[in-house]
């Protein structure tokens, strides 16, 4: 389970496609307890560690700028059924990706519940910068609009946000500086696809009442 509270941005620095998926290699420095086969999320959707090289521990006293300039780095597998649901087949060397790693037992639960299982993907209708803050407007597919509500949340591309407005076809967000900067939403542009995810409390309730409607 995540909480999509991103950690940091990733960059891809290999893509190698293959007949059954594609393999992405992403470099993310400062991710220091990576293991095989554990779940990480990459721009709102749940892979799998395969491999992975780690930033080495240093002492500040022996870290060179060489030694900084040198990221750990990690490789996803995606598989046609995410290559069908995301967006993460048109992404290319060089792209930027949201990270961020599964929440632990003891951790702080500072967002909401995100699984990481896109729902659809779906695109920035537009971006507007109001003083300090944006406020991004993305399209609501007519599927999942009974999912979102206003003051709701809803994770975009990992990130969990606030529904600050929902309209028939679309819904608002209100980004603070920390969250665009950490984050890929610093680089879309209107019409750049993003994944949805919903809060999966939404479908467990329609789950229970629906024999009851």
Known sequence: MFTGIVERTGELTDVTENEDGRRLTIAAPGLDDLHHGQSINVSGVCLTVETFEMDEQRSSANRTQSDDAEPGWFEVFLASETLAKTYLGELSVGDSVNIERAMP????????????????????????????????????????????????????????????????????????????????????????SVHLEVDVMAKYVEQMVSGYL
């Open 105 to 192: 037992a003891d951790g702080r639960f500072d967002g909401h519940v995100v699984q990481g299982h896109v729902d659809t993907t779906a695109t920035v209708e537009a971006a507007a910068q109001l003083g300090e803050d944006w406020r991004y407007t993305f399209s609501l597919p007519a599927e999942l609009a009974k999912y979102v509500v206003s003051k709701g949340s809803i994770a975009v591309d990992g990130i969990s946000l606030t529904v600050a407005e929902r309209h028939d076809d679309a819904f608002e967000v209100a980004i603070i500086p920390a969250t665009r900067e950490i984050t890929t939403l610093s680089e879309k542009s209107v019409g750049d």
